[in-house]
């Protein structure tokens, strides 16, 4: 049984940072890399980051490019997403998920979603 928790969610000012945490357990041999989705109020769940099971490569939406790290421990099967200079439009519902997939960056290629964990930012 496959078993993803997010945490580390919470309310945040604008221009400040969080750090979301992703535990995973169960059947995980398939997996190759690891993503994080966001969904704001009234729109799509959209790509984030994600990074391979190996920690080596590591792919990031253009709009958090320089402002979010993702980063993986193996040891522990925690992925973290460190989130700095949040903007106010950054409310949303984050997931994570796992991918067979080391390249992918779209919602269909990734399974398993957790329950999530809120970010909200405020003025």
């Known amino acids: 049984q496959v078993q993803l928790v997010e945490s580390g969610g919470g309310l945040v000012q604008a221009g400040g940072s969080l750090r979301l945490s992703c535990a995973a357990s169960?059947?995980?041999?398939?997996?190759?890399?690891m993503g994080w989705f966001r969904q704001a109020p009234g729109k799509e769940r959209e790509f984030v980051a994600a990074?391979?099971?190996?920690?080596?490569?590591?792919r990031y939406a253009e709009s958090v490019k320089g402002r979010f790290t993702i980063s993986i421990d193996n040891a522990t099967r925690t992925v973290d997403l460190q989130m700095n200079s949040l903007k106010l439009q950054g409310t949303a519902f984050f997931s994570c998920?796992?991918?067979?997939?080391?390249?992918?960056?779209?919602?269909?290629?990734?399974?398993?979603w957790g329950q999530g964990t809120r970010v909200t930012v405020s003025s």
């Open positions: 169960g059947r995980t041999a398939s997996w190759h890399s």
């Open positions: 990074i391979t099971w190996s920690g080596i490569y590591t």
């Open positions: 998920a796992p991918s067979p997939s080391s390249t992918a960056v779209v919602e269909i290629a990734f399974t398993y």
